[in-house]
């Protein structure tokens, strides 16, 4: 590595809703971020992205190089391979394949930015010696449209931490410098020591919320208000998820971290501002939602560990039922995606 005010490569896979943020914060900070787009990618090389923003206002910005396939730069050297693609564990290629043909220095940190747990395993697998760098992203932004990034609350915030908690000093040192990176852009991002605490306490939110809202097709706040049981409902589920933490031994994951992330959905059923949860959004549209990353992955883990848990095995149940009709939809083309 060069001295410290080396001009950082970033390659960004997945610049949708979340990457097209970072993309901004990294380039503030002075990154040069080549970005791989899919379906925005017309839009974006002949536009650039138009960030809708309260915090950083409304700018038109182009990534430095914009490629519509990781072949296009196999072969160059990135500081930080930067991931935020949405999280589909066991869909083909996988992560790792996707990315093998740019990971081809020991010192090129992968960071995933996304929802779930148990999503680094496989890339840790994969590449070894790389520093494998786990965020966990509380920043609500949409892409309205091909390369329009609506993002209309101040909140932003990256939690980071190296997987496994206690890698070697150097994979340390390449997740504060990240953190650095998107402070130094505009954004808040802190380094936690284990970076499990915060994906588990992440997965309470994503566990209750995301299903519900998907299945009902009502905002948290709205479904909060719609019976006497929804709030039970809710709240058992992140008790589901507590025990499960503890029964696997991750710490931190308290009634009181609960308390906290539910008083959220309260608030904003008080208030009527209730949110759409993304997983809602992807199935208005049709598009594949995060079923495994979620909830797959936890209520696996809980069957391997003889663990009950009935109300996330049924949303798991419910949600895979749609997400594979959703798939034949799809196939017969009776959605645009
Ligand atoms: N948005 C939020 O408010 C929010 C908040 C917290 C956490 N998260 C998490 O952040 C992660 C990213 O979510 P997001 O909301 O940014 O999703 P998104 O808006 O769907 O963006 C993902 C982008 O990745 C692209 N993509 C997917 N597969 C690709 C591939 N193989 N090669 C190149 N590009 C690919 C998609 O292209 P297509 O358009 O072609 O699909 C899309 O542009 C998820 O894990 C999500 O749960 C999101
Ligand atoms: C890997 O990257 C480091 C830092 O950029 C560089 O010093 C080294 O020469 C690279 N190794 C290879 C094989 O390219
Ligand atoms: C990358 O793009 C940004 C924004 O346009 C620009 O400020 C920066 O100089 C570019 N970096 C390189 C290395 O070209
Ligand atoms: C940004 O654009 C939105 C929608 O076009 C508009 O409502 C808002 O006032 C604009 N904000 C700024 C700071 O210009």
């Given at each position: 590595?060069t001295?410290q005010?080396?001009?950082?490569?970033?390659?960004?896979?997945?610049?949708?809703?979340?990457?097209?943020?970072y993309?901004?914060q990294?380039?503030?900070?002075?990154?040069?971020?080549?970005?791989?787009?899919?379906?925005n990618?017309?839009q974006?090389?002949?536009?650039g992205?138009?960030?809708?923003?309260l915090r950083?206002?409304?700018?038109?910005?182009r990534?430095?190089?914009?490629?519509?396939?990781?072949s296009?730069c196999?072969g160059?050297i990135f500081?930080y391979?930067?991931?935020c693609?949405?999280?589909?564990?066991?869909?083909?290629?996988?992560l790792p394949e996707?990315l093998?043909?740019v990971?081809?220095n020991?010192s090129?940190a992968?960071?995933l930015?996304q929802?779930?747990?148990?999503i680094e395993?496989?890339?840790?697998?994969?590449?070894p010696d790389?520093?494998?760098?786990?965020?966990?992203?509380y920043l609500p932004?949409?892409q309205?449209?091909?390369?329009?990034?609506?993002?209309?609350?101040?909140?932003?915030l990256?939690?980071?931490g190296t997987y496994?908690?206690?890698?070697?000093?150097?994979?340390?040192a390449?997740?504060?410098?990240?953190s650095e990176?998107?402070?130094?852009?505009?954004g808040?991002a802190k380094?936690?020591?284990?970076?499990?605490i915060a994906?588990?306490s992440?997965l309470?939110?994503?566990?209750?919320w995301?299903?519900?809202?998907?299945?009902?097709?009502?905002?948290?706040?709205?479904f909060?208000?719609?019976s006497?049981f929804?709030?039970?409902?809710?709240?058992?589920?992140?008790?589901?998820?507590?025990?499960?933490?503890d029964?696997?031994?991750?710490?931190?994951?308290?009634v009181?971290?609960a308390?906290?992330?539910?008083?959220?959905?309260?608030?904003r059923?008080?208030?009527?501002?209730?949110?759409?949860m993304?997983m809602?959004?992807?199935?208005?549209?049709?598009r594949p939602?995060?079923?495994?990353?979620?909830?797959?992955?936890a209520v696996r883990l809980g069957r391997?560990h003889?663990?009950?848990m009935?109300?996330l095995?049924?949303?798991?149940?419910l949600l895979k039922?749609?997400y594979d009709?959703?798939v034949k939809?799809?196939?017969?083309?009776?959605?645009?995606k």
């Amino acid at each position: 590595m060069t001295g410290q005010t080396a001009v950082r490569r970033v390659l960004l896979i997945g610049a949708g809703s979340i990457g097209a943020v970072y993309l901004y914060q990294l380039q503030q900070a002075g990154c040069d971020v080549t970005a791989v787009c899919r379906s925005n990618y017309a839009q974006v090389k002949e536009h650039g992205f138009k960030l809708l923003s309260l915090r950083y206002g409304n700018v038109t910005y182009r990534p430095n190089k914009t490629l519509s396939s990781l072949s296009e730069c196999a072969g160059e050297i990135f500081d930080y391979i930067l991931v935020c693609i949405k999280s589909f564990p066991g869909s083909k290629p996988s992560l790792p394949e996707m990315l093998a043909p740019v990971v081809r220095n020991k010192s090129t940190a992968i960071v995933l930015a996304q929802n779930g747990i148990m999503i680094e395993e496989e890339v840790a697998l994969a590449f070894p010696d790389n520093p494998i760098i786990s965020g966990v992203i509380y920043l609500p932004s949409v892409q309205t449209e091909p390369g329009t990034i609506e993002y209309h609350e101040m909140l932003n915030l990256l939690e980071l931490g190296t997987y496994p908690a206690d890698a070697p000093p150097d994979h340390k040192a390449a997740a504060l410098r990240f953190s650095e990176l998107m402070v130094k852009g505009g954004g808040n991002a802190k380094v936690l020591e284990d970076i499990q605490i915060a994906r588990w306490s992440k997965l309470l939110l994503n566990a209750a919320w995301n299903p519900i809202c998907a299945l009902t097709l009502c905002s948290d706040g709205d479904f909060l208000l719609s019976s006497d049981f929804a709030e039970e409902l809710a709240w058992e589920v992140m008790m589901e998820v507590i025990a499960l933490a503890d029964k696997v031994g991750i710490p931190g994951v308290t009634v009181e971290v609960a308390e906290s992330k539910f008083s959220i959905a309260k608030r904003r059923a008080k208030d009527g501002t209730g949110r759409e949860m993304s997983m809602l959004q992807d199935i208005r549209q049709g598009r594949p939602f995060e079923v495994e990353a979620i909830i797959g992955n936890a209520v696996r883990l809980g069957r391997r560990h003889g663990m009950k848990m009935p109300r996330l095995e049924t949303f798991y149940a419910l949600l895979k039922g749609r997400y594979d009709a959703q798939v034949k939809e799809r196939r017969q083309g009776g959605t645009s995606k």
